[in-house]
């Protein structure tokens, strides 16, 4: 087997396991390359069948319109069950404080509008596309990452899991996060792309967009975010490597146009693809922080 089989067997090993675990399960999906590589994996875990738990997604209001079109024509082409969360209601009820200031961001919100998603559909598991690659917070994530009734994760709380043995009980009224991409990298997940040919939203490659270089950031100009005092924009060919709020989410400059130019660049390169998302750039332990108090 090449290292891409024994990947893609492993996760659907762990898809295969969730569902025989939980009674309820659901498939966090906010449109980006991880979340969708991980709905076509478990498409194919579950084939000819159609996927048997729903996806869903916590809509933050500042998302790319491209992940949303894509979302919709996804849901509608394979007749999946779709629940969407959104932060905009949280907030509108009070349950939410949105932030202010020139990176604010409504990512941590999730957090609330998620927790609700899952006491209201009673979800036991959730399934999301998190690597151990992408952070190093990330990297102390176990497969079946324990939660508590509050969705915050405690490290020393999580389950060995040795020789691929895991252990889905717990106490009423807590859950788990599994990741079935844990060990994947950026790399394997284009590679997977690439072999399998699946369809992305457009802004994963080469295109002109408006941006303004912020923090050394090229960040997307939109409805979202304000220019600040001597702030000017420029047209720029670029693309994304991650995929979030649209006011703090930093493209890079790019001409790979498909798969296999993205595969040639990443190859070249020695960046983390969340070295330009600006919330996670507020300090060391920002995705660890946010992982605490219930983050994906």
């Known amino acids: 087997m090449q290292p891409i089989d024994e990947l893609e067997a492993e996760a659907i090993y762990i898809l295969r396991e969730t569902y025989a675990q939980f009674e309820r399960v659901a498939l966090l999906f906010s449109g980006g390359k991880d979340s969708i590589v991980l709905t076509h994996l478990a498409a194919r875990a579950f084939e000819p069948y159609v996927m048997p738990f729903p996806l869903l997604h916590i809509d933050t ?21 779709l629940i969407i969360g959104s932060v905009q209601a949280s907030i509108d009820q009070g349950r939410a404080i949105e932030e202010q200031g020139m990176d604010a961001s409504r990512n941590s919100l999730q957090s609330i509008t998620l927790m609700d998603a899952i006491k209201e559909h009673q979800f036991q598991a959730c399934l999301g596309g998190g690597r151990r690659d992408e952070e190093k917070a990330r990297a102390k994530e176990r497969v079946f990452s324990l939660r508590d009734p509050e969705g915050r994760w405690n490290p020393h709380r999580q389950r060995p899991e040795l020789w691929n043995h895991y252990v889905g009980q717990c106490r009423p009224n807590e859950h788990f996060r599994v990741f079935p991409l844990s060990n994947w990298t950026e790399l394997d997940v284009w590679n997977y792309i690439c072999r399998e040919q699946i369809a992305l939203p457009s802004l994963y490659f080469a295109h002109p967009r408006e941006v303004v270089n912020r923090n050394g950031s090229l960040i997307s100009v939109g409805p979202f975010m304000k220019l600040q005092a001597g702030e000017t924009t420029d047209t720029k060919i670029v693309r994304f490597r991650t995929c979030g709020d649209m006011p703090i989410t930093g493209a890079i400059e790019s001409r790979a146009e498909n798969p296999q130019q993205v595969i040639v660049e990443l190859m070249q390169c020695r960046t983390s693809e969340r070295g330009s998302r600006a919330d996670d750039q507020r300090g060391h332990s920002a995705m660890e922080e946010r992982k605490r108090v219930g983050y994906f």
């Open 61 to 81: 209001g500042h998302n790319f319109p491209e992940t949303l079109q894509y979302r919709d024509e996804l849901v509608e082409q394979k007749r999946y069950e």
